[in-house]
């Protein structure tokens, strides 16, 4: 059943391209508060956006919109926007989502057109408005935490003890040293397989609104440990290896960054991802009541034993999480 919003966003798109929109089409909602339709201008297919003003603002949206095009980055077309109102017609880059297309025998091959993109990506740090905002220490800090206050103790229920509190602050000051370590670049922030279509012309890049200055190796890592899907490390190492070189060819990675030094910026930048991710999923089934996110929990956890395994310096939390709390998720 339609809604108000729903019904406002048709009339409205009817007004910007004259063409009768008797029933939008439901693309997708995402894991915020905007939701997308397809529409037509007689011609061809349009993606409307329905966007409450009181929930966001498109404007981060279409300044990094802006700042992408410029950059030869493939994103959608702003063609009409209504700040006040919160809709937004933009072009449609298709129905396909790199997720539905990646199998065995051609992930190393979209994978490879992914992140020929990101050299682009790190090289735009400002908007039409200014910088990009800063991955500071307080936004890592508030990712950080949603995993304590969203999965440990709201959906757990965990008993927090003085022995958390310290391995837990332990945790977070390394991670947050290993982003700092690291050059600071423009960073997509959600560069995965579902903000990623499939095009003829190649793949085109969605979701781009919350893009920062933050580290290099950010979206790399987003991108290649997936919370969607999940790769052998061979591959996925094999992959980030071939990132470093060409950051160094392309002049945006000093030449003396060796390829351990590189491993372990990646490794850990994906620990402070994937801690992130769990507390999101965590909170859209908690707060949102889109409890579909919590199968993806287990691929996250899996991804954080696996990583922490590798570093000696992590073997206290790596025994936290595999004996205290993966074990608790399995019983929950």
Known sequence: MEDSREIGLAAWCEAQTGYPQTQLEVVSGDASFRRYFRASDGQRSLIAV???PDKEDMRPFLLVADAYQAANIPVPLVLNVDLKQGYMLQTDLGHTVLLSKLQAQN???YYDQALSILP????VTATAEGDLPRFDRALLDRELA???DWLLMQHLDLDW???DDELWSEFCELIVSNAFAQPQVGVHRDYHSRNLMVTPK????IDFQDAVIG??????VSLLRDCYIEWPDELVDELSQRLRSQLQEDGLLSADIEPEQWQRWFDWMGLQRHTKAAGIFARLAHRDDKTGYLKDVPRTLGYLSKVSARYPELSNYHQWLTQRIIPKWENS
């Open 107 to 109: 992930a190393r091959q």
């Open 120 to 123: 682009r990506v790190m090289g």
């Open 215 to 220: 580290p290099i190796t950010y979206d790399a």
């Open 202 to 205: 190649g793949l085109g890049v």
């Open 50 to 52: 329905d966007c409450p």
């Open 161 to 163: 003890d003085d022995r």
């Open 146 to 148: 949603l995993f304590k």
